[in-house]
Every structure is written in C-alpha cells, then in structure tokens.
C-alpha cells in the first residue's frame, strides 16, 4: 500500500487512514453493503488524481472515485481493500457562458451550488435528486441522477456536453464538446451512468438551461395511492409534459404530519399527487384546467393551485420532507428504486403495497411517477436480522414484480453493489459480455471500482483478450 | 474487391436461405463496388450470418435505406452488402405510453405515420423516403426538427444489437428511465454500424403540437439574419430553425425558416412576436423541407458545429471561402457546400470549426479526396478509446471496417 506515496501528493491531512477515518467511509447512503477503503484521499486537483491513480496502479491497489456518499446503491463503497478518491475539494466553478448556456465546473461541486451560481443569469442546472443539498455532480454523473423534474427536462445524461475523465491507467482524456453535437462514438454518453467504473471525472462540461417563465404548483388529494396513479396515466396520455408529478402515499403523508416537516396535508387523504408546469404563462393557464379536468376524471377528490410561492413550497415539502420523516420511524430507511411502464403504476402500486404488507414491513411510497420511477421505502432496523431478511425478500419480489410487466430495477439509484447480483433479472449472459466489452475499452484491468454492477455469481473478471484473438486484430 | 468464396456464400444461405442472397450490378460505396447483398430475413438468422462472417472474417457494408450509404470514410475491405430491410416492422406503440417499439428496416415514414395515427410524434428528423429506423439510430441523423425533438439519442430507450461475433443482445428497456447497467445505447446510437447491427429498438415519442405553424423571412445581412434566427430559436415553442445562405454573390437572397409547435396559445403568442421581430410571414409547412434539401446539395459538404455565438464567424469565413449554407443556429451546426472539391475546403472547414468550439465532419465528397483525409476531421484525444472500443466489439472487423473515425 503505496500509503507514503498518496501522503506526499495530496498532503498529510487530505490522506486518511485511521480507522476512526476510516468509519466514515464504509458505506455510502445504502448502509448494508459496509466494506472499509484501505485509505482515503482528497485530491484538491485534476494533477492529484491523476497522481494518485498512478500510485494505485503502481502499488496494484484498486481505487474507487466517491464524492458526497449520498449514493443509495454501495456505488461509493470500497471492494477489495481500495483507496477511495474523494472529489469533495475539487469544486470550483471555472467557468459560466451564459450565451452559449453551458457551465464548467469541477467534479465535487454540490449539485444546487450550480443552480444558485447561475441564478442571477436567469438559469439553471435541471437536474434535481432529491438530495441536491448536498450530492456532487461528479455522483450524478456517475449515476446519471433523476430528479423530480427529470419529466419534462431530462437527467443528468441529457445535460452532460463534455467531461474531463482521468482513465484507470492515468492518462487524462477530454470527451465531447460544449457544442453538444457528438463528433465519433458517444462516449460522454457512455461514461455518464458507469457508476465510476470506467475513469475519475475530474471536469465537466454541464448544460444551463433558462428559468421558465411561468412555473405552477398544483396539489391533487386523492382517495388511494392507485386512483392518484390512475391520473398519472391519464396526463401522460393525453400528451401532456408537466415538469414534475410526484405521488406521496397515504403512509407517507402520515409520516411527514407527524414530523417537522409538516406540510398540512388532509390525514385522511390517501395519497398526494404533486403536479408541477412550467412553460409560457398563457399556455401553462390552459395546461392547469385540463390538469384538474384529468385529475377529477381519474377520482380525485379535490385539485388546489398553490397562490403564492410560500404555499408552493408548502406542497413540495411533502416530498421533500419524506426521507427525514421516514427516517424517524426506524433506525434504518431502505430506499428501493425501479422503473415500470406508466401505464402499469396502478397496478404495481399495489403490488407493492400488498407485498410490504405481507412480510410485515412499514413500506411507504414517494415517487417520480410521471417517469413510472418507483420508490417504495422500508423502515427497518438492521440489528434485527429476521426483519432484515424480510426487507431484502420483499426488495427482491418487488424488483420481480417490476421487471415482469416490462420495467427495469433502477431508474436512478444505479446498481453498485446492491443489485449486481439481480441484474440477470434485465439482462442474460451476452448482454453482460456487450458491457464487460465497455468496460474492457476503458479499464482493461477492472481497477477502477471494482466488484459492482456485474453479478459476481458469474466470472466477474475482465475478458480474457487473447481469448478474444485482439492480438490478430488488423488494427494497431 | 475479392468475392467472397464459395464456400461462404454456402454457409451464409445455409443459415439465411437461399432467398437471402442476391447477385446484382454492382453498387459502389465510395468506391468501392459491391455486388452482393445479404438480407436476413429476420433478426435470428442476423445473427447466425453475422457469427458466419466473423468466422470468414469477411467485411460488410451494413445497409439500411442506403439514404446516407456514402457517409464516413473509405470502406477498407468489404464483400458484402448487408441489408437491414428484412426486419422490418412495428411491434409494439402504446399510445397510452408515448412509446414504441420497430425492427431496425421499418421505413421511418411508416413508422411515423402509424404513431402519428394515434396522437404521438416520431422525434426522428430524417425526411427521407427510404430511411430506416437503425440507419437513422445507426448516424445519430438529426435535422433542424432535433430543436424541438432533442437529438436521436434522447429518443432511444432501448436497442437489440448483434453484435460482430453473432451475439444477440439487448441494452437500455422500454421505460423513460433507466440506469439498469451501461448506457450502452448511447455507444451505438451514432457509431455508424461499427459496433453491432442493429436488430430492434425502444423509442420514446412526442406529443403531438396542438398547433404548428411555418415562418419564413427573407433577411439581406448573414450576421444580422443569425442574430435573429438565434434568438428566435430560443423561444418555448421553436421547433425548428433554418437559415440559408446561397455562395456569396451581390443581391443573392437569405431564407430564413422557423418552425413552431407547442401549445395554441403559446404558438400564437410567439408567431405575432416573431413576425414583428424577423418581418417574417406565415408560408406553407413544406418550406422547411424544401430549405433543407440545400443540405445535401453539393459535390463536397461539411458539417460544421459551433458554440451559438462563434457560428457568425464560422459562417463568415466559410462563406468568404465560397461555401453556401445551411444554418441551424438553435443547434450549433451548419452545413456548408462547395462546388469545388478540394480537400483544402474541408481543412479550411476543420479549422474553422475548431476556431468555433467545434467539429468538422466530410459529409460528402468523391472518394479519391475522402482517401487523402478523415471525414471525422480531428478525433485526437479520444481516438484510443474509439479504437479500443471498435477492437473489442468488433475483434476481425466484420462491420463497415475502416468507416469510422480514425478509419477504424
Ligand atoms: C432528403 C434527406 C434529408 C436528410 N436530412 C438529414 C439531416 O437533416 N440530418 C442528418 O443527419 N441526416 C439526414 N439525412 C440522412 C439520412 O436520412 C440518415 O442518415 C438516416 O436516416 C439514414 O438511414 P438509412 O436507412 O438510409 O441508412 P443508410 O444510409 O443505409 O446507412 C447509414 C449508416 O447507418 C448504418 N446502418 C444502417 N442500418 C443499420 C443497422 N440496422 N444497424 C447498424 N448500422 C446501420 C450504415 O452502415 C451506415 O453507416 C437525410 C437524408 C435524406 C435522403
Ligand atoms: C435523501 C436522498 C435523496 C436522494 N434523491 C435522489 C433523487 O431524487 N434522484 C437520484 O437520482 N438520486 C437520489 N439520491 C441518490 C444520490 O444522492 C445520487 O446517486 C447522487 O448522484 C450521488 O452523489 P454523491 O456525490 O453523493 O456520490 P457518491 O455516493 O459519493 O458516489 C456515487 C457514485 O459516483 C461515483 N463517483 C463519484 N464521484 C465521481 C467522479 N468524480 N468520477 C467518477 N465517478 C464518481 C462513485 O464511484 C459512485 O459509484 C438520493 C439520496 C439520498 C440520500
């Protein structure tokens, strides 16, 4: 372990060791996957990394990039005694065009810095996970992050236009161009969502786009979580693109009443559907009656308009507040995350109540539904093993239960460790190979973060290239 | 080119059909003749051809409509070529799901007709008559409509590819999200058929506009005209934006085109303000087509990105350089035509472009130029990665070798 080396690039204090430093960086936001890096380093630059990952491959040390640790699928966790390179010092904003609406910013800025930034310019960056206080865009990047407003404005993968990427052997690549108009192989597009498997992201060229002029808040009250879901289905059909429609159960709404978050939400609601349009002002009137005629045809007890921005935020704190008020309920919050067709959310919805139910479980939903993107959350408390295998087989059926009407078991969460070992329930053999082909362009020694996203059941080791005749290939 | 032997030919209708196989006059690619197709008739036997090739390592040219057959480099060593038009078809459109699912031959015009019955709009730009859903996917194509559609790559959920070997695979799903695994759809989505074929895809669809409407101009200042079209294609309902340049010459007239599409009120809205704003007037939808069929017009064109406010410059100076153009300025991207065909005007565009913040592409030029240069222009730094990709997923080079940037 190249301990001495890491010390003398980054600095004493930015290279951890002790185990009490070591602690903190056993897991990332998904907390039962615990694995504890061999040493952590802050590089406070692009020269840094590229240092460090030098080292690492000099002293056969895998390494893993990390940045805020919010991530909910182990992505960030450290397999086979890695050293973790952590992006939080590297977070300055270098540039800002407005004209040309793009910003570079390094890879540990925290992803609503950006946007409060560009404010002032009449900006912002459109991307919004939930957890925007404090995740970089580096883990978003990583995990191609959603938000509740990736409806109508996409995630992260449609505002990537160029990265820096350290690559696993130290050599530092520029991919894409602030033009966004793709010049050979996408690899921009590849990178974003390879869950830091496939370089470090040390620059990134992001896309700002202006603040609508005219954005509405409306709240519908439902009598269950599946009628609410019903009008998801009946806006999306009718062609509709709202900005946001986010669906809060009634389990939920109970949580967030009794907490701080406190949105005065009716208890006896039996779910909230959260609708949001943005666009010209004009237009977005007319959207808002044919919103309320939908959502009253689906069975909605009552559709109210925010009238200021203080009810507004009112309405959004519902969603907002969920995760903390979960968070009170048990020691421990399972955030499940899979995506189904739109059309199937009623059905699945209960699906997934009913199992929740049936092993026992306090499940509650708060979800991306405009997207068909599920979050079904568990409280649990770990120390109870009997509870916790009942939490993982009810992840497991309702993973199942997605993927059998035609959905997928992560729409942004990613799959890191948690679900690597589910992803032959998407994908077979030949599928995995097509990815390990990626993989193998980029990190042909599988050192950079290894033992995710690939099932370990199977070889999980690199692709034999002699295997493959590349040594007769007719390119050299 | 070396015919293929007949002892591939054999195991090639052994595993596609005899029916599969066609002799005919040669067709040149560049130009390089090639008198054999192979169409599979359906996406298994892709495959088992495919796997057949490998093991002959023989080289094809894929071939969807063959609208666009002429862009990329030189092929370096290609028999055959290999036609995408038997898996044809939509198999799946949920018009209460704004997605659809066809084989990679289906006609974008028939695709585009069938979802359109039912309320959605196809996000593929491509007019062309012959263009098929995987040679649209295939070259990333996009057109002035990509303002409002965003580009291919947005529209693609999920792919079924062979890949060289014969190896049938699928990536991305049929949901609007979706971080199960790599993107890989992006990597094919724009590779030019150098990754894998193509068998199927998942797309998702627009809304159909409750209103459209067509506004042309006919500005006298290219600088001026620019300015204008830029700022009218940021406005909420812009689809589309066009601006066209003939060659430099006193008194010769700009067009200048704006397509919007949205909401009614919206559309009225922003069409009373454009009018004033570009003197402009409402004309029949079919300007916007006729404007871009300048695109392929030309002995030699480049593509030209650029940063929004360095694409004056860039038209300036290609322009001065004898070029006509065309200009999508909502997009960053221009194509220039010269009636000369040197490969000093694609230098001059290359350098131009770069200037600009940009990239060049040769999107057409006689094969005797395209042998002196790369119509990728400049790829440098990443062109290890593009090769170490194009050996991995395609080991003997089976698929279009020596197409693709760096002549991979
Ligand atoms: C009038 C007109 C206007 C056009 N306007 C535009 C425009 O504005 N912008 C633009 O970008 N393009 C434009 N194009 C180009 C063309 O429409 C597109 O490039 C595309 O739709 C080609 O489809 P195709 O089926 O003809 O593909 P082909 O020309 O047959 O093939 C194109 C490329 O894709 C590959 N390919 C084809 N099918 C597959 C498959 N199934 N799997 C893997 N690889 C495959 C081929 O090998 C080739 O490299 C235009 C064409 C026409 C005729
Ligand atoms: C309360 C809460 C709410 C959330 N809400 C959402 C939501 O709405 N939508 C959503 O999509 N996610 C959400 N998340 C998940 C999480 O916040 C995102 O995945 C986020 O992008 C992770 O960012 P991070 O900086 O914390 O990354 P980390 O957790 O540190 O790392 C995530 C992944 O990114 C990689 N990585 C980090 N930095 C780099 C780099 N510079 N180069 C290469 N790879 C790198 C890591 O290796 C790892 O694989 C939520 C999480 C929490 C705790």
Redesign the interface.
């Given at each position: 372990m190249p301990i001495d080396e890491l010390r003398s690039i980054v600095g004493a204090a930015n290279c951890l060791v002790s185990d009490a430093e070591l602690l903190a960086y056993e897991c990332d936001g998904q907390t039962l996957h615990a694995s504890r890096p061999s040493a952590v380093v802050l590089p406070g630059c692009r020269d840094e990394v590229v240092a460090v990952v030098k080292a690492c491959r000099a002293g056969g040390v895998p390494f893993v990039p990390r940045g805020a640790g919010t991530g909910l699928s182990g992505g960030a966790t450290a397999c086979d005694g890695a050293v973790v390179i952590e992006c939080s010092r590297m977070q300055r904003i270098l540039e800002v065009?407005a004209?040309?609406?793009f910003a570079v910013v390094e890879p540990g800025l925290v992803n609503l810095a950006l946007s409060q930034a560009v404010a002032s310019l009449g900006l912002f960056y459109a991307p919004d996970p939930s957890s925007q206080l404090v995740c970089t865009l580096g883990g978003n990047i990583a995990?191609?992050s959603?938000g509740p407003h990736?409806l109508k404005h996409?995630?992260t993968?449609?505002h990537v236009l160029a990265l820096e990427l350290v690559?696993p052997d130290g050599?530092v690549?520029?991919?894409g161009?602030?033009?966004?108009?793709?010049?050979?192989?996408?690899?921009?597009?590849?990178v974003?969502?390879?869950e830091g498997t496939l370089g470090v992201v040390t620059r990134a060229t992001l896309r700002l786009v202006?603040i609508p002029?005219c954005v509405e808040t409306l709240l519908g009250i439902f009598p269950d979580v599946v009628t609410a879901c019903r009008a998801v289905?009946l806006i999306?059909?009718s062609?509709?693109?709202p900005a946001a429609l986010e669906v809060v159960d009634d389990r939920t709404i109970a949580a967030v009443e009794a907490s701080a978050y406190a949105a005065g939400l009716p208890r006896d609601a039996g779910a909230v559907l959260i609708i949001e349009l943005d666009?010209?002002a004009?237009?977005v009137?007319?959207?808002i009656e044919r919103v309320e005629a939908l959502a009253a045809q689906a069975g909605a007890s009552r559709v109210d308009v925010a009238r200021d921005e203080a009810e507004r935020q009112r309405f959004w704190r519902a969603r907002k507040g969920a995760f903390g008020a979960m968070g009170r309920l048990a020691p421990d919050l399972y955030v499940h995350d899979a995506?189904?067709?739109?059309?199937r959310l009623p059905e699945i919805i209960a699906r997934v109540c009913e199992i929740g139910d049936r092993h026992g479980l306090t499940l509650c939903n708060v979800f991306?539904a405009g997207?068909?993107?599920l979050h079904p959350n568990i409280c649990f408390d770990r120390r109870n093993a009997e509870e916790l295998a009942r939490v993982v087989a009810a992840g497991e059926e309702i993973l199942r239960a997605c993927v059998a009407v035609?959905?997928?078991?992560?729409?942004?969460?990613?799959?890191g460790s948690e679900k690597k070992e589910y992803?032959d329930l998407?994908?077979?053999e030949?599928?995995?190979?097509?990815?390990k082909?990626?993989?193998?362009?980029?990190d042909?020694d599988g050192v950079c973060n290894p033992g995710k996203?690939f099932p370990t059941t199977r070889s999980c080791v690199e692709s034999n290239p002699k295997a493959?005749?590349?040594d007769?290939?007719?390119?050299a | 080119m070396t015919a293929p032997s007949d002892a591939l030919l054999q195991a090639l209708e052994r595993v596609a059909g005899a029916d599969a196989l066609a002799h005919h006059t040669p067709e040149l690619v560049d130009d390089c003749a090639i008198s054999l197709t192979l169409r599979p008739p359906d996406a298994a036997a892709l495959g088992r051809c495919l796997e057949v090739l490998s093991d002959a390592r023989t080289g094809v040219v894929v071939r969807g409509g063959a609208s666009r057959l002429g862009l990329g480099n030189v092929p370096r060593a290609a028999a055959l070529l290999l036609d995408t038009r038997g898996l044809a078809g939509v198999e799946s459109f949920e018009p209460a799901e704004g997605v659809c699912r066809a084989g990679a031959g289906t006609p974008l015009s028939v695709l585009r007709e069938k979802v359109r019955a039912g309320g959605w709009e196809l996000p593929l730009d491509p007019p062309g008559a012959g263009s098929t859903l995987g040679g649209a996917i295939a070259s990333g194509a996009f057109g002035p409509r990509a303002q409002g559609y965003g580009m291919p790559r947005d529209a693609v959920l999920g792919l079924d590819v062979a890949l060289a070997t014969g190896a049938r695979t699928r990536c991305g799903g049929r949901v609007v999200k979706n971080v199960t695994g790599y993107d890989l759809c992006k990597l094919y989505t724009g590779s030019f058929g150098a990754l894998g074929v193509l068998e199927a895809a998942w797309l998702r669809l627009c809304p159909l506009p409750q209103m459209t409407v067509m506004l042309e101009a006919r500005p006298d200042d290219l600088d001026a005209a620019l300015r204008a079209a830029l700022a009218a294609s940021r406005r909420a309902t812009a689809r589309a934006v066009a601006l066209h340049a003939p060659a430099a010459r006193p008194g010769a007239p700009l067009r200048s085109v704006v397509e919007l599409a949205g909401d009614s009120v919206a559309v009225e809205d922003e069409r009373a303000a454009l009018c004033v704003a570009l003197e402009a007037e409402e004309v029949d939808p079919s300007a916007l087509d006729e404007l871009r069929a300048q695109q392929a017009a030309g002995e030699l064109v480049v593509r030209v990105s650029a940063l929004a406010t360095r694409l004056g410059a860039a038209a300036a100076a290609l322009r001065k350089a004898g070029a006509e153009l065309l200009i999508y300025p909502g997009l960053g991207v221009l194509y220039a035509s010269f009636a000369a065909t040197t490969a000093n005007a694609f230098s001059l565009a290359v350098d131009i472009a770069v200037a600009a913040g940009g990239a060049a592409r040769l999107e057409r030029a006689p094969a005797a130029l395209k042998r002196e240069v790369d119509v990728f222009g400049e790829l440098a730094a990443a062109l290890p990665l593009q090769r170490a990709l194009k050996v991995r997923f395609d080991p003997v080079g089976v698929l279009n070798p020596g197409r693709s940037a760096g002549r991979l």
């Open positions: 065009d004209e040309n609406r995990e191609n959603g990736t996409g995630t993968s449609n690559l050599e690549v520029t991919l161009s602030p033009t966004g108009v793709v010049h050979g192989f996408d690899l921009v597009g590849a974003v969502g390879s202006p002029d289905g999306i059909e062609g509709l693109v666009g010209p004009r237009a009137a007319v959207q995506v189904v067709p739109r059309s991306h997207d068909g993107n035609g959905g997928v078991i992560t729409g942004e969460h990613g799959i992803m998407v994908f077979d030949a599928d995995l190979e097509a990815m082909l990626l993989r193998g362009a980029f042909p996203l493959r005749g590349y007769e290939v007719p390119f | -």
